[in-house]
């Protein structure tokens, strides 16, 4: 049992809460995990405190902050309506303290006392149902996923990885489907264009580059652009260029990335 | 959506944005990079919430993981990139105790009843301890590289992280059931 005192597994629990477990030992202790409750219950505990930990220097929020956090899942979840935000009032109320001024009022405090635990256990109540309530939402954005596999898995889909002609090794794909005329472009590890700069797509048809969309990654260097619409003919070849905000009719700059598309 | 759904991540941004961005504030140091983590942190709950199991941990545990790992992604991200130098100007101006709330004179306002009294007991344990799980946690060091940080022996850091972690554990129970967790 992982609650006896010299268990190995319980004195690297504060490692791995910590991330610091790699390799063998990393996957030796997940797979105790599996099957050890009081040793998931540590782990569980351990967790609860760095959260405590982690959010007890609260700052002022930005107020555009939420409206970004609510537009940004509006956009994961593709909904045609701008959202309404429910006003909520934020609760902060503060803890009273825990030791009675006057003894003669223990009952009072006592009463306190029960009624702080309830808020606390309605608090949590509210999150959980908050992020239940998520989840019901989910299953909107997992069809969407489908959508997007199935257009990925179509048999005329074909991928061209497009390679860095320079240091960085970011990944830049085209799912290409010349007999829909549609592209899908996924990007990885790619630093954002600097201000006044996006990256721009080319098709090359006839040995002469054709502009398409423009686009920019975010703070992870990623992006995700669908919906690309291939020019007419066929395209021999993808390439990406760093191009002036609004994009470009011909490249301005030398390629970062290019890659051919295989002959039929 | 329907406004139910919005109400939802209303909640969840209402109890949990202002720590959470003092969090990625504390890692990042810098506010647009803060805000950012905030942003994903959120998204990434809302595209992974049929993932969430309440019996594996709390909401709070699972947003901030979320957002730990976000942050020091940006931070490492930020570091191949030659910024080392803007945060290490701005680490000078930054106090190193987690407890002082560098991140704004608002922290002090906004920080609950609760969020006080872990930063009362924090302040129990030993500047030692406590300096290695800050170099962990916030700065998503690894051992070796906090003992060669502090000089110290790979024991010794590994040690105090254990100890430092398993106070901090004691000293959160007993405040009790709490506002975060």
Redesign the interface.
């Given at each position: 049992m992982s609650n006896l005192p010299n268990d190995p597994m319980v004195?690297l629990v504060?490692?791995y809460?910590?991330?610091?477990l790699e390799g063998a030992e990393l996957a030796t202790f997940e797979a105790r995990l599996t099957t050890d409750p009081a040793l998931?219950r540590r782990v569980?505990?351990?967790?609860?405190?760095?959260?405590?930990?982690?959010?007890?220097?609260?700052?002022?929020?930005?107020s555009h902050?939420?409206e970004?956090?609510?537009a940004?899942?509006?956009r994961?979840?593709e909904?045609p309506?701008p959202?309404?935000?429910?006003?909520?009032?934020?609760?902060?109320a503060?803890?009273p303290s825990r030791t009675p001024i006057w003894l003669g009022l223990g009952l009072a405090a006592s009463l306190a006392f029960v009624a702080i635990?309830s808020r606390?256990?309605v608090?949590?109540r509210?999150?959980?149902?908050?992020?239940?309530?998520?989840?019901?939402?989910?299953?909107a954005?997992?069809a969407e996923r489908d959508s997007l596999l199935a257009r990925l898995i179509d048999p005329g889909v074909e991928l061209v990885t497009l390679a860095s002609t320079g240091a960085a090794k970011p990944t830049v794909r085209v799912y290409l489907n010349q007999s829909r005329k549609s592209a899908l472009l996924t990007i990885a590890s790619l630093?954002a264009a600097p201000a006044g700069k996006v990256y721009q797509l080319w098709f090359i048809v006839d040995g002469a580059p054709v502009p398409s969309v423009t686009f920019q990654t975010?703070?992870?260097?990623r992006a995700l652009i669908e919906g690309v619409v291939l020019p007419a003919g066929a395209v021999a070849a993808s390439a990406v260029t760093m191009e002036p905000t609004g994009g470009s009719t011909a490249p301005t700059t030398p390629i970062l990335f290019v890659g051919a598309v295989k002959a039929e | 959506?329907t406004?139910?759904?919005?109400?939802?991540?209303?909640?969840?941004?209402?109890?949990?944005?202002?720590?959470?961005?003092?969090?990625a504030?504390?890692i990042t140091r810098e506010h647009a990079?803060a805000?950012?983590?905030?942003?994903?942190t959120?998204?990434q709950?809302?595209?992974?919430?049929?993932r969430?199991e309440?019996g594996?941990?709390?909401?709070?545990?699972?947003?901030?993981?979320i957002?730990?790992s976000?942050a020091l992604?940006?931070i490492r991200?930020r570091s191949r990139?030659g910024k080392l130098a803007d945060a290490a100007e701005a680490e000078t101006s930054a106090p190193a105790a987690?407890?002082s709330?560098?991140?704004?004179p608002?922290?002090g306002?906004?920080?609950?009843?609760?969020?006080r009294k872990?930063?009362d007991a924090?302040l129990v344990l030993p500047d030692a301890q406590r300096i290695a799980?800050e170099l962990?946690?916030f700065d998503?060091l690894?051992?070796s590289e906090i003992a060669e940080r502090l000089n110290e022996p790979l024991g010794t850091v590994?040690t105090r992280?254990?100890l430092g972690?398993?106070k901090?554990?004691d000293l959160?129970?007993a405040l009790g059931?709490?506002?975060?967790?």
């Open positions: 004195e504060e490692e809460v910590l991330g610091m998931a569980q505990e351990s967790r609860a405190t760095l959260a405590d930990f982690a959010l007890s220097t609260p700052v002022a929020v930005p902050l939420k970004r956090v609510m940004h899942a509006v994961i979840a909904a309506a959202l309404v935000v429910t006003p909520v009032t934020p609760i902060r503060p803890r635990q606390d256990l608090r949590e509210e999150a959980t149902a908050a992020a239940q309530a998520l989840a019901t939402r989910t299953a954005t997992l630093d975010d703070a992870l260097g | 959506m406004t139910g759904d919005a109400s939802a991540m209303s909640t969840l941004y209402d109890r949990y944005a202002p720590g959470l961005l003092g969090m504030l504390r990079d805000e950012e983590v905030v942003v994903d959120f998204a709950a809302w595209r992974e919430a049929a969430f309440t594996r941990g709390s909401v709070a545990a699972w947003l901030v993981t957002a730990r976000r992604d940006l991200a990139r987690m407890g709330g560098f991140a704004s608002m922290a306002v906004l920080a609950t009843e609760r969020s872990i930063q924090l799980i962990a946690y998503g690894s051992q590994k992280l254990r972690l398993r901090m554990r959160v129970e059931p709490g506002g975060n967790t």
